[in-house]
């Protein structure tokens, strides 16, 4: 027997990732839902060579499903989840409409599996920054207990969904055609430029960090279990279609060398090294983007401390940050 599958936002930057991941994973789906808002409806999209129509999603969308993949709004998911659950289906939600919710697992299948079957209808999957980050850092944690973490990311568009893609490249022609830039979905423009506020349009804390720092932060504590584990981010929106690129700086309890982090690595589930200092070999979004894989590189120590890495980490934001993930869990889920 199949699985009943639903991805609510089919029609973003993620749900048709979702549908490709499904796809490429064999995934067992004995029937498949996509929902997106009103404007889609009727719009097709096509699931191992098959047409179907995009359906509005509504209260009843999800009776007879088994799994419903979200990917929509915050305010989106925190309405329509429960009901997702009510109607028997497990949910894993995109947004961060649950990640804090101490009853809701916040799963990175390849950190922190068990907590899947804590769940109680949903399912949280991370954000897309602490996702590739903690693949990496967890296996190095197991060796040599992190104390510190300090990251600095540079996220693409795609973090931000579909339209910041089409203004990114709309942008970008008109700059280099000369004519005025448009800026709609960013406050700033993005093209030829990067900005250090994510998400947009969102007030920073009293303590002046932003909403995304802080998740890196809480996030990285709840799926790798240790709150002792202190992290500080800064969080930079560049102009890169698809692949977020990470700089990590780590202190451990235990002393990792830079060959020691890189055999562990080797062998960790989810991620894929390349690293060669003498051939100017590390990962780049460009060949990250299409791939499940954390790629790390630029593994070197840090000369200014007692324990010290220093790492350079990229994955696509779209899959590994949120599709393939999400379907990782509904994987461990049948
Ligand atoms: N992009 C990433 O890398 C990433 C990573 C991790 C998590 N997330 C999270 O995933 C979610 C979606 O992100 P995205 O990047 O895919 O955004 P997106 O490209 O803007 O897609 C949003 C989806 O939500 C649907 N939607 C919007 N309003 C709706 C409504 N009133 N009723 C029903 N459906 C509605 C849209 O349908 P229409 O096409 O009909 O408008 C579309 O399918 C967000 O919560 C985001 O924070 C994104």
Redesign the pocket.
């Known amino acids: 027997m199949g699985v009943r599958v639903a991805i609510?936002?089919?029609?973003?930057?993620?749900?048709?990732?979702m549908r490709d991941v499904l796809e490429e994973r064999n995934f067992p789906v004995d029937s498949i839902l996509f929902?997106?808002?009103?404007?889609?409806?009727g719009?097709k999209m096509t699931f191992r060579g098959k047409e179907y129509a995009?359906e509005?999603?509504n209260e009843n969308s999800f009776k007879g499903i088994d799994i419903a993949l979200?990917?929509?709004?915050?305010k989106?998911?925190r309405q329509?989840s429960p009901i997702a659950a009510k109607s028997g289906a497990v949910v894993v939600?995109?947004?961060?409409?649950f990640r804090m919710d101490p009853e809701v697992p916040l799963v990175v299948p390849e950190v922190n599996p068990h907590a899947i079957k804590r769940h109680k209808g949903i399912i949280a999957?991370?954000?897309?920054s602490t996702?590739q980050m903690v693949v990496v850092l967890k296996p190095l944690h197991d060796a040599a207990r992190i104390t510190r973490v300090v990251v600095t990311t540079f996220?693409?568009v795609?973090?931000?969904?579909?339209?910041?893609?089409d203004e990114l490249l709309a942008q970008s022609r008109a700059a280099l055609e000369g004519k005025p830039v448009r800026a709609e979905v960013y406050p700033f423009q993005i093209a030829f430029n990067v900005l250090a506020e994510i998400?947009n349009r969102t007030p920073f804390g009293a303590n002046g960090y932003t909403e995304e720092e802080m998740k890196m932060l809480n996030e990285t504590r709840k799926i790798m279990e240790d709150d002792s584990i202190r992290v500080t981010a800064t969080c930079v929106r560049v102009p890169v279609f698809i692949g977020?690129s990470e700089s990590v700086n780590i202190e451990t309890k235990k002393k990792l060398t830079a060959a020691r982090a890189r055999e562990i690595l080797s062998t960790a589930a989810g991620v894929r090294v390349v690293d060669d200092p003498k051939g100017g070999v590390f990962p780049m979004p460009i060949y990250a983007a299409g791939q499940d894989d954390t790629f790390v590189g630029r593994i070197r120590e840090d000369e200014t401390v007692k324990h010290g890495l220093n790492m350079w980490i990229v994955a696509d934001?779209?899959r590994k940050?949120?599709?393939t993930n999400a379907v990782q869990i509904a994987e461990h889920l049948i």
């Open positions: 609510a936002g089919a029609t973003g930057a993620v749900g048709h990732a929902l997106a808002s009103e404007r889609s409806a719009k995009v509005e999603l979200f990917t929509l709004p915050k989106l998911s329509y939600d995109n947004s961060n409409a999957n991370p954000n897309c996702i996220q693409s795609s973090g931000t969904g579909r339209e910041a893609m998400p977020h934001n779209l940050g949120a599709a």
